[in-house]
């Protein structure tokens, strides 16, 4: 008997089939990955196992009982556990009263009996391999450790079923291992986790079977085993890709950025350079300096010492417009918090960065203004209904293009993409890569900051490696190689 | 029908304004007259002078709440000049400008150095202000000021009842929806609003523009306080207090989101003069004069609330609009 089931479930919003008639069932002590593009239904899925939200037809069976109009409260007492992007801890308390937030443990009816807690709590993370004390305050931990508690949270909860949102999104990649050991000794003990990810070769090494949805309907359930990489992405987007990373016919020019021992925002000594048609990748764990380093080049911070080059000449940026007008340009990391103006059209997003260019005496010409988001619009091939859609109505892709658009309609020749396909799907990733190479070949200068080993040494014409705000080595294409990246990533030739 | 709905909720200010309007003209005799819609005019066009300034900083995302006490300083400061030096009225009016000038853009200053947002700054200075104002004037009243200064705010041009003030105000507010909608100033104050990080990103230079801002504020608001004291030829240390409630909430009445980056000056004015026609109307009305104040809370929460619902209301449409994006999207593909 599976110990979960959804068994036709449908989920309509207005105007949309979020679910259609979806069945898949889970099997105890397995790992079980949940697949598909952005919009194929995951989230709703698992808001609705989760209790967060209410189907409009079929049932959840949880160990052959079915629940319906299902709370969130009585999902957690049938043992299931939902641990989101977003973590839900309280900041400001401690580990220990996180993980049993919520729970009488021992005490009187003044109050809990915090020894016993921090007792079973230190049991709790020694259990997961952690050394983290039950008495730090959450706020003081990463991201990664705070996904530990998290589990945590869940085995006090005894969960049979774990629910895991994207879990590697949001750390580093010597991380992730830790977080695979654990989800595998989870499994081993008898829970079952669900597991949703974009990255495919995670879900090849750590999971059992896959489960694929797309547009809102399942399509299949495979064993791992059974199936390869393109078997994969065939399912998840309806149609073969031709390759995962286009290729590109550079020309590598003259010298278009030049850092040289540049410190400061937490960074040492670094030197880098990037050639005209070059992509220079930045790799490195979540806090090693990289986008640090980017806002520096970009003007955002003002650089301690060292130098800045760019195009041959010496360049102090005292702020972000100095370094766009030498044609700098930063596509930031978050696109929603730093890059766009979420409730602003499209036509003043891409233009955003060029409206002192396109007006006179402090006049705005707005028939430039259309004209410049039409070419950009058009040239990234940006899906909307109109340029007056607001961006916050666009899909992530689109989303991500319309950040791209912003840089180039400012004339920027020396690109840095932060995290360029964060959080997009696959069929969109395939359009950012393609637009990075029509840039390169048309003697654009990029450097790529990117979490995403496949993304790294699929699109990088050289790798420089940071750790700890200090470069501590540079790979060319012919010596790329994962396991060389991941050790200067975590500093062992330092 | 869609479409004018839609038009009621651009511009409700509008809207609520004209009605009021229509209400007190059925119910009260001579209201609907030209000499009684410019007294009204004359009678708020300090409130509309220094909303100009106020609705700038709020669609750039900030929130000032020394409005009041701001104005009352300079008015005081103006009218003992007047009344104890031998200066000339223009260079008084002009030292009591740029001293407003001085004040706004050290509040700039404060949050700057102090790293809190203005709101807290401002709550802050409001009370440092109304001190200072209590302590120069000993709580005294000025007044008997110069004709010469009062002319400023009450001298007429084409109709006995067309002042000054009322064109300034009116210059002050074409001006101002030009600079907002048209310039690449405005567009950098609505980025500066809609996304500070953003804005920042894009090259705005936000602590300059945050600045220049707090100067154009300070202008503002300092040739409101000299046509307030000039119109009414008094000035004292309470002269200006809670306007700023006024003028918040015409502002949020007029569809500037607390939150900045949108808004529009031609509603805010209407929002002002809504809230000024509803304490007249219960004035003529012969109510207790502090029900006004209710009044003024009632409405003040109820846009507030308003503003929030319209927020999530947005939201919830955007999702759905989204998932129809991806749907064609999917079915173009």
Same mark, same amino acid.
């Given at each position: 008997?599976?110990?979960? $089931?959804?068994?036709?479930?449908?989920?309509?919003?207005?105007? &949309?089939?979020?679910?259609?008639?979806?069945?898949?069932?889970?099997?105890?002590?397995?790992?079980?990955?949940?697949?598909?593009?952005?919009?194929? +239904?995951?989230?709703?899925?698992?808001?609705?196992?989760?209790?967060?939200?209410?189907?409009?037809?079929?049932?959840?069976?949880?160990?052959?009982?079915?629940?319906?109009?299902?709370?969130?409260?009585?999902?957690?007492?049938?043992?299931?556990?939902?641990?989101?992007?977003?973590?839900?801890?309280?900041?400001?308390?401690? &580990?220990?009263?996180?993980?049993?937030?919520?729970?009488?443990? +021992?005490?009187?009816?003044?109050?809990?009996?915090?020894?016993?807690?921090?007792?079973?709590?230190?049991?709790?993370?020694?259990?997961?391999?952690?050394?983290?004390?039950?008495?730090?305050?959450?706020? @003081?931990?990463?991201?990664?450790?705070?996904?530990?508690?998290?589990?945590?949270?869940?085995?006090?909860?005894?969960?049979?079923?774990?629910?895991?949102?994207?879990?590697?999104?949001?750390?580093?990649?010597? @991380?992730?291992?830790?977080?695979?050991?654990?989800?595998?000794?989870?499994?081993?003990?008898?829970?079952?986790?669900?597991?949703?990810?974009?990255?495919?070769? $995670?879900?090849?090494?750590?999971?059992?079977?896959?489960?694929?949805?797309?547009?809102?309907?399942?399509?299949?359930?495979?064993?791992?085993?059974?199936?390869?990489?393109?078997?994969?992405?065939?399912?998840?987007?309806?149609?073969?890709?031709?390759?995962?990373?286009?290729?590109?016919?550079?020309?590598?020019?003259?010298?278009?950025?030049?850092?040289?021992?540049?410190?400061?925002?937490?960074?040492?000594?670094?030197?880098?350079?990037?050639?005209?048609?070059?992509?220079?990748?930045?790799?490195?764990?979540?806090?090693?300096?990289?986008?640090?380093?980017?806002?520096?080049?970009?003007?955002?911070?003002?650089?301690?010492?060292?130098?800045?080059?760019?195009? +041959?000449?010496?360049?102090?940026?005292?702020?972000?417009?100095?370094?766009?007008?030498?044609?700098?340009?930063?596509?930031?990391?978050?696109?929603?918090?730093?890059?766009?103006?979420?409730?602003?059209?499209?036509?003043?997003?891409?233009?955003?960065?060029?409206?002192?260019?396109?007006?006179?005496?402090?006049? &705005?010409?707005?028939?430039?203004?259309?004209?410049?988001?039409?070419?950009?619009?058009?040239?990234?091939?940006?899906?909307?209904?109109?340029?007056?859609?607001?961006?916050?109505?666009?899909?992530?892709?689109?989303?991500?293009?319309?950040?791209?658009?912003?840089?180039?309609?400012?004339?920027?020749?020396?690109?840095?993409?932060?995290?360029?396909?964060?959080?997009?799907?696959?069929?969109?990733?395939?359009?950012?890569?393609?637009?990075?190479?029509?840039?390169?070949?048309?003697?654009?200068?990029?450097?790529?900051?990117?979490?995403?080993? $496949?993304?790294?040494?699929?699109?990088?014409?050289?790798?420089?490696?940071?750790?700890?705000?200090?470069?501590?080595?540079?790979?060319?294409?012919?010596?790329?190689?994962?396991?060389?990246?991941?050790?200067?990533?975590? +500093?062992?030739?330092? | 029908?869609?479409?004018?709905?839609?038009?009621? /909720?651009?511009?409700?200010?509008?809207?609520?304004?004209?009605?009021?309007?229509?209400? *007190?003209?059925?119910?009260?005799?001579?209201?609907?007259?030209?000499?009684?819609?410019?007294?009204?005019?004359?009678?708020?066009?300090?409130?509309?002078?220094?909303?100009?300034?106020?609705?700038?900083?709020?669609?750039?995302?900030?929130?000032?709440?020394?409005?009041?006490?701001?104005?009352?300083?300079?008015?005081?400061?103006?009218?003992?000049?007047?009344?104890?030096?031998?200066?000339?009225?223009? #260079?008084? %009016?002009?030292?009591?400008?740029?001293?407003?000038?001085?004040?706004?853009?050290?509040?700039? =200053?404060?949050?700057?150095?102090?790293?809190?947002?203005?709101?807290?700054?401002?709550?802050?200075?409001?009370?440092? =202000?109304?001190?200072? !104002?209590?302590?120069?004037?000993?709580?005294?009243?000025?007044?008997?000021?110069?004709?010469? =200064?009062?002319?400023?705010?009450?001298?007429?041009?084409?109709?006995?009842?067309?002042?000054? !003030?009322?064109?300034?105000?009116?210059?002050?507010? #074409?001006?101002?929806?030009? %600079?907002?909608?048209?310039?690449?100033?405005?567009? /950098? %104050?609505?980025?500066?609003?809609?996304?500070?990080?953003?804005?920042?990103?894009?090259?705005?230079?936000?602590?300059?523009?945050?600045?220049?801002?707090?100067?154009?504020?300070?202008? *503002?608001?300092?040739?409101?306080?000299?046509?307030?004291?000039?119109?009414?030829?008094?000035?004292?240390?309470?002269?200006?207090?809670? #306007?700023?409630?006024?003028?918040?909430?015409?502002?949020?009445?007029?569809?500037?989101?607390?939150?900045?980056?949108?808004?529009?000056?031609?509603?805010?004015?209407?929002?002002?003069?809504? #809230?000024?026609?509803?304490?007249?109307?219960? /004035?003529?009305?012969?109510?207790?004069?502090?029900?006004?104040?209710?009044?003024?809370?009632?409405?003040?929460?109820? %846009?507030?609330?308003?503003?929030?619902?319209?927020?999530?209301?947005?939201?919830?449409?955007?999702?759905?609009?989204?998932?129809?994006?991806?749907?064609?999207?999917?079915?173009? !593909?």
């Amino acid at each position: 008997m599976p110990i979960l $089931e959804v068994s036709r479930v449908t989920k309509r919003y207005p105007g &949309v089939t979020a679910l259609d008639d979806v069945s898949i069932s889970f099997e105890k002590g397995e790992i079980h990955a949940l697949m598909g593009e952005n919009g194929a +239904g995951k989230s709703t899925l698992i808001k609705i196992i989760a209790g967060a939200e209410a189907s409009d037809g079929g049932e959840i069976i949880i160990e052959g009982e079915s629940h319906r109009g299902m709370t969130p409260l009585d999902a957690k007492r049938a043992g299931v556990s939902v641990i989101y992007q977003e973590l839900n801890l309280v900041p400001s308390l401690s &580990v220990a009263e996180n993980l049993f937030i919520g729970k009488k443990v +021992g005490g009187s009816f003044i109050g809990p009996d915090f020894k016993e807690m921090r007792r079973r709590a230190a049991q709790v993370m020694r259990d997961l391999g952690s050394n983290i004390k039950p008495e730090t305050l959450v706020f @003081e931990l990463s991201t990664s450790q705070q996904q530990l508690v998290e589990i945590g949270k869940a085995i006090v909860d005894n969960c049979k079923v774990l629910i895991m949102d994207e879990p590697s999104a949001a750390i580093a990649v010597a @991380e992730v291992e830790n977080m695979f050991r654990i989800v595998r000794e989870l499994r081993d003990k008898g829970v079952t986790v669900v597991y949703i990810s974009h990255r495919i070769d $995670e879900v090849f090494s750590l999971c059992d079977r896959v489960s694929i949805l797309r547009d809102g309907r399942y399509i299949t359930t495979e064993r791992l085993r059974d199936i390869d990489r393109r078997g994969l992405i065939r399912h998840m987007v309806g149609r073969e890709l031709s390759e995962t990373f286009p290729e590109r016919r550079s020309r590598m020019g003259e010298i278009a950025l030049e850092v040289i021992s540049l410190t400061g925002n937490g960074d040492f000594d670094m030197d880098l350079t990037v050639r005209k048609g070059e992509v220079l990748g930045l790799a490195g764990l979540v806090g090693a300096g990289r986008t640090e380093l980017a806002k520096m080049i970009c003007g955002d911070v003002k650089p301690v010492s060292g130098e800045i080059r760019a195009k +041959g000449k010496s360049r102090r940026f005292g702020c972000v417009s100095d370094a766009l007008n030498i044609g700098v340009g930063l596509i930031p990391e978050d696109r929603k918090s730093e890059g766009l103006f979420m409730d602003f059209a499209v036509d003043w997003n891409i233009p955003s960065m060029s409206f002192k260019r396109l007006s006179r005496f402090g006049v &705005v010409n707005q028939k430039k203004v259309e004209a410049l988001t039409d070419q950009y619009v058009d040239a990234l091939r940006i899906k909307t209904p109109s340029t007056r859609q607001v961006v916050r109505n666009l899909s992530g892709g689109n989303q991500q293009k319309v950040v791209v658009a912003r840089a180039l309609a400012a004339e920027a020749d020396i690109l840095i993409f932060d995290e360029p396909t964060r959080g997009i799907d696959v069929g969109a990733k395939q359009e950012i890569y393609r637009l990075m190479n029509r840039l390169a070949e048309t003697g654009n200068a990029i450097i790529m900051i990117t979490s995403d080993m $496949e993304e790294l040494l699929g699109m990088s014409d050289r790798i420089a490696v940071m750790y700890e705000g200090r470069k501590t080595g540079e790979l060319a294409r012919e010596a790329f190689s994962q396991d060389r990246i991941l050790e200067l990533a975590s +500093g062992y030739s330092v | 029908m869609r479409k004018s709905i839609d038009f009621c /909720q651009k511009n409700l200010a509008l809207v609520l304004l004209i009605f009021a309007g229509a209400l *007190f003209s059925a119910t009260t005799a001579n209201f609907l007259t030209v000499t009684n819609a410019l007294n009204i005019l004359n009678q708020n066009a300090y409130t509309i002078i220094a909303m100009c300034g106020i609705a700038l900083i709020m669609i750039g995302g900030d929130l000032d709440m020394s409005v009041g006490y701001h104005m009352s300083i300079c008015g005081v400061l103006c009218a003992m000049l007047l009344t104890r030096t031998g200066i000339p009225v223009p #260079v008084i %009016v002009a030292v009591t400008i740029l001293t407003s000038v001085a004040l706004a853009m050290l509040t700039t =200053f404060l949050t700057q150095l102090l790293g809190i947002p203005r709101i807290f700054v401002t709550i802050g200075e409001a009370t440092l =202000f109304q001190g200072f !104002a209590y302590v120069i004037t000993n709580s005294k009243t000025i007044s008997n000021l110069p004709i010469a =200064f009062k002319n400023i705010a009450q001298g007429t041009l084409l109709h006995p009842s067309l002042t000054y !003030a009322t064109l300034l105000m009116a210059a002050f507010v #074409v001006i101002m929806s030009f %600079v907002l909608s048209r310039t690449y100033f405005g567009r /950098q %104050v609505f980025s500066m609003g809609g996304n500070l990080t953003a804005a920042r990103l894009a090259g705005i230079n936000v602590m300059k523009m945050k600045y220049i801002i707090g100067a154009l504020v300070g202008f *503002f608001l300092g040739v409101a306080a000299v046509i307030l004291i000039g119109r009414t030829g008094a000035a004292a240390a309470n002269t200006a207090a809670g #306007v700023e409630i006024n003028i918040l909430t015409g502002i949020l009445l007029g569809g500037v989101s607390i939150r900045g980056g949108e808004g529009k000056i031609s509603n805010c004015v209407a929002g002002i003069l809504l #809230v000024a026609l509803i304490s007249n109307g219960m /004035q003529l009305a012969g109510w207790n004069p502090y029900f006004q104040y209710i009044a003024k809370g009632v409405i003040m929460l109820c %846009v507030l609330g308003f503003d929030m619902f319209q927020m999530r209301r947005r939201s919830v449409m955007n999702n759905r609009r989204k998932e129809e994006a991806v749907l064609t999207a999917r079915q173009e !593909a």
